[in-house]
């Protein structure tokens, strides 16, 4: 296993060429390019606000967050990026390595560059819709700056897992095609499985009613995920600390698992593409 990671260092180059390239891919020939980043969360909190807030009600059971201050856009807007993030990054690794099939027959390399530059990109995109969320909350009056440290903690663990899901369902998607179909489906289902557009006191209220809901609903990691994301955003407040020292080692356990699965199936994907 150190000698898969030391080999995807020593690509480290190929990997920043293939983020580049999907960054630029995605923005050739747009008159906004990397607007769009900025331009596309602005939009989707206005349509899931007016459709989930004000046609469902969900904003009446948003809690306050920092400050007293009930927002269900900001509630809205921190969970829907991190979603997205991994949503995109899934959507757009699940067919990359068939996808380059000409590339990898050609010359070897790591095949694991491939799907994981689709995530970087998406990483990167993220970034930049940060910058409009750390915008939105301070115009509400939410300051959460004392809480960046456990942010760069909770990005690293949603984007080892996320590497860790691109790896499994790119390399799933050489071997069995529909895998590239199936996961639009998933995550569609795996969206409404989060607190996104509901809050959690939600599925505690529902949980008096059916005992084992909070301890299967807690077993998804995105939603853990999304709610320590909440925590730092929405309420301002430091995420329990053991939860998100479980939920880290649990995504390099992940991330790691990935890539020994990967290793011992890497030889035959040359052949399959």
Avoid: C
């Avoid at 891919?25 to 596309?40: A, D, E, P």
């Avoid at 459709?51 to 059971?61: Q, Y």
């Avoid at 994301?229 to 301002?236: A, N, R, S």
């Amino acid at each position: 296993m150190i000698n898969k990671l030391k080999e995807l260092y020593a690509h480290r180059d190929l990997l920043s060429n293939l983020v580049k390239k999907e960054l630029k891919v995605k923005y050739k020939r747009s008159i906004f390019g990397f607007l769009w980043s900025f331009i596309n969360p602005l939009v989707l909190v206005v349509v899931y606000s007016i459709i989930f807030g004000k046609l469902f009600n969900m904003d009446r059971g948003v809690p306050a967050g920092m400050g007293d201050i009930k927002s269900f856009s900001a509630y809205l807007l921190t969970g829907l990026l991190a979603w997205n993030y991994l949503a995109n990054s899934l959507a757009q690794s699940v067919g990359s390595l068939v996808d380059s099939g000409t590339l990898v027959k050609k010359i070897y390399f790591p095949r694991e560059v491939i799907p994981f530059s689709a995530v970087f990109a998406n990483l990167v995109n993220f970034g930049f819709e940060l910058v409009v969320l750390f915008s939105f909350l301070s115009v509400l009056g939410i300051y959460f700056y004392i809480q960046i440290p456990f942010l760069i903690i909770i990005i690293l663990i949603e984007t080892l897992f996320v590497l860790g899901l691109s790896a499994l369902l790119s390399l799933s998607n050489v071997y069995f095609r529909d895998t590239k179909h199936l996961i639009s489906f998933v995550l569609v289902i795996w969206f409404f499985a989060n607190p996104i557009i509901y809050p959690f006191n939600m599925v505690e209220a529902f949980s008096s009613k059916i005992p084992w809901l909070i301890f299967a609903y807690k077993l998804n990691p995105m939603a853990s995920i999304i709610m320590m994301y909440q925590d730092v955003f929405y309420f301002g407040r430091m995420p329990a600390l053991v939860s998100m020292a479980g939920w880290l080692a649990f995504a390099i356990l992940f991330f790691l698992g990935s890539l020994a699965i990967f290793k011992a199936k890497e030889e035959n994907i040359a052949s399959e593409v």
